[in-house]
């Protein structure tokens, strides 16, 4: 059974950093893409990163800069280092294992990230 586990959520000051992480398991982790997705108030649920197999990348353009994804395909787990957050970073953030045609998969249980002063 696919299962994804999200931790390091909080609450965090304008210009600040957190770092998320998202356990996997039920699955040969290395061999798949993963990503980030978040969710804000009343928005609809947006992708922010994704890293292949490879260990290519891309961001959403809101992000780019200020994000890093990376994956630890020994520990079987996916990363999102956020820097420089901005109030409308807040949301909900999933860890996501794509389908098998490229959109959204198995999701996570979501983990709150709040950028207030």
């Known amino acids: 059974q696919v299962r994804l586990v999200e931790s390091g959520g909080g609450l965090v000051q304008p210009g600040g950093s957190l770092r998320l992480s998202c356990a996997a398991s039920g699955f040969i982790f290395k061999f798949n893409a993963m990503a980030w997705y978040r969710q804000a108030p009343g928005k609809e649920r947006e992708l922010v990163a994704r890293?292949?197999?490879?260990?290519?990348?891309t961001y959403a353009d809101s992000v780019k800069g200020r994000f890093t994804v990376s994956r630890d395909n020994a520990r079987r787990t996916l990363s999102l280092h956020m820097g420089s957050l901005k109030p409308e970073d807040t949301a909900v953030y999933y860890c996501?294992?794509?389908?098998?045609?490229?959109?959204?998969?198995?999701w996570g249980q979501g983990t709150q990230v709040t950028v207030s002063s």
């Open positions: 996501n294992r794509p389908a098998a045609d490229g959109g959204p998969g198995t």
């Open positions: 890293i292949a197999s490879s260990g290519s990348t």
